[in-house]
């Protein structure tokens, strides 16, 4: 039930761009994307809601294939602030309110 | 300022005993929820609430307790059935459920000593 993300770590210099996936067994009704740095809450970065649609948030953006059941995050020119840990949340169809995470990617940028 | 307010931010239990975490929120948030994270890996969910007098279950919830007596509060209740309870615990809210963003607390290190 836990949603997979690949890769599980990504090492970059600054402003290169970096892909992270994330890919669920279930049919989905949103997809959110959250940031934590150590030791500190996740922040949240977007929610996709089920039509395919594509956010972005400053140079982070992200896209949802509902068919497919994947989400993937689009970091462009990253900046050193960029690192942390990312998750992707999942909500099941069905609105049950319940997010399920996957088990993050850390993203290490390197000046 | 609103916000959710976790308390302790380090928590040490002996053995056998029970421990309970505080998670306020002044956001007048109707969803609250409890996960836990262990190192390098995602948040698991422990509980969740999305009314008050109401929980339910999450992926983990064997050897915790809670209560949602107040729409402002859920504590969590480590009991001494959880026998690796070692992790950083979230609380975290949201206004309603689905397609809301989760607030979250600054968490709460338990340890076992």
């Known amino acids: 039930q836990q949603p997979v993300q690949s890769p599980q770590a990504v090492i970059l210099r600054e402003g290169e761009d970096a892909v992270i996936n994330c890919s669920s067994s279930k049919a989905l009704y949103s997809v959110h994307w959250y940031r934590q740095k150590h030791g500190e809450a996740p922040v949240f970065l977007m929610i996709?809601?089920?039509?395919?649609e594509q956010k972005g948030h400053e140079k982070i953006s992200a896209s949802f294939n509902e068919k497919k059941q994947q989400s993937s995050l689009y970091l462009t020119a990253s900046q050193l602030s960029y690192s942390g840990t990312y998750f992707c949340?999942?909500?099941?169809?069905?609105?049950?309110?319940?997010?399920?995470f996957g088990q993050g990617t850390t993203l290490q940028v390197k000046p | 300022d609103g916000g959710i307010t976790q308390s302790p931010k380090y928590l040490f239990r002996k053995e056998g005993q029970n421990v309970t975490l505080s998670c306020e929120q002044n956001?007048?948030?109707?969803?609250m929820y409890w996960y836990r994270q262990d190192p390098g890996q995602g948040l698991r969910l422990i509980y969740y609430?999305?009314?008050?007098?109401?929980?339910q279950k999450g992926d983990i919830a064997e050897g915790y307790s809670v209560s949602r007596e107040k729409k402002e509060s859920f504590p969590l209740t480590v009991t001494s059935a959880q026998k690796n309870p070692t992790a950083f615990y979230l609380c975290a809210s949201t206004p309603g459920t689905g397609r809301w963003k989760l607030f979250f607390g600054s968490g709460t290190q338990l340890s076992v000593l």
């Open positions: 956001l007048n948030h109707d969803a």
């Open positions: 996709l809601l089920k039509g395919g």
């Open positions: 949340g999942t909500e099941p169809t069905g609105n049950t309110g319940k997010l399920i």
């Open positions: 609430s999305q009314i008050v007098n109401d929980f």
